[in-house]
């Protein structure tokens, strides 16, 4: 009897730990992931309603720039609505309930929606980086009919340009859990779609919105250096525009 006292006890110790790991699952996965999916979902698409809302009310706030925090907001609340309530309902079901063509569709708008969001980012440095930079010809090169011809245009590019993800999306059963998933058919595709997200919709940007932040800082620096003599409020003038540059960067 007592020699098969701790094979029982491994046994028993197990079950526990498999008992605990289902335990911690079910939590996590049904009811925390949804819970902060939902809190986003709420409180993001509350505050792009509320950015869209006084832009459109403020005449004197509708400049190029902020039709471009605009467009932001548009792309952020799509993003929310569609994608995220149907990922916050799949976790919290633990399989994809919608059938195969919301599968493909809900995946697309997510892809479109997030490239949209990023190529607006570059968008809005580009214009401060004209703005600064070009000074008395900035108004003509960043016309509201111009800005709004770039995010139609990204817009157009994304939708177009996202239409595969369409074709590699299916809904799957999943044999080792038992589960309908939606999900991208094959691993090959999985990799393609990865490694095009990663340097079209983070490497490249990144990159390109850092050199823009870079070479507006340079020009600061040495417009300050030209004109520090000529004015005694030049240095403050100078430095609260490198600070907001810097802010900026980081918005």
């Known amino acids: ?49 509320l950015v869209i809302f006084v832009i459109l009310c403020k005449k004197k706030l509708q400049t190029v720039t902020n039709l471009l925090l605009l467009n932001l907001a548009l792309a952020d609340i799509s993003f929310l609505l569609v ?5 916050t309902i799949h976790y919290a079901l ?17 892809y479109v929606t997030c490239y949209v969001t990023v190529y607006t980012l570059i968008a809005v440095s580009a214009v401060r980086y004209v703005t600064v930079v070009y000074g008395p010809k900035a108004p003509v090169i960043r016309s509201k ?3 709004s011809c770039i995010i139609l245009a990204i817009w157009i590019i994304f ?40 340097t079209f919709g983070y490497a490249i940007p990144l990159v390109v919105i850092a050199t823009l932040y870079i070479l507006l800082l340079c020009h600061l620096k040495h417009k300050k250096n ?21 802010l900026g960067m980081y918005h």
């Open 1 to 49: 009897m007592s020699q098969h006292q701790p094979v029982t006890d491994i046994m028993g110790g197990r079950e526990g730990r498999n008992h605990a790991w289902q335990d911690y699952y079910l939590i996590l996965y049904l009811v925390i992931v949804p819970t902060v999916f939902t809190c986003i979902v709420i409180f993001g698409t509350f505050g792009n309603f």
């Open 159 to 198: 939708l177009l340009a996202k239409t595969p993800v369409l074709m590699v999306h299916s809904v799957s059963h999943n044999e080792q859990t038992n589960r309908t998933e939606c999900i991208i058919s094959g691993r090959f595709y999985a990799r393609n779609l990865f490694a095009t997200f990663f």
């Open 145 to 147: 009919r111009n800005i």
């Open 83 to 87: 994608c995220g309530s149907f990922l």
């Open 94 to 110: 633990t399989v994809w309930p919608f059938g195969d063509i919301l599968c493909r569709i809900v995946q697309y708008l997510l």
């Open 226 to 246: 030209i004109t520090l003599h000529h004015s005694p409020g030049s240095q403050h003038r100078n430095q609260r525009a490198t600070r907001i540059i810097i």
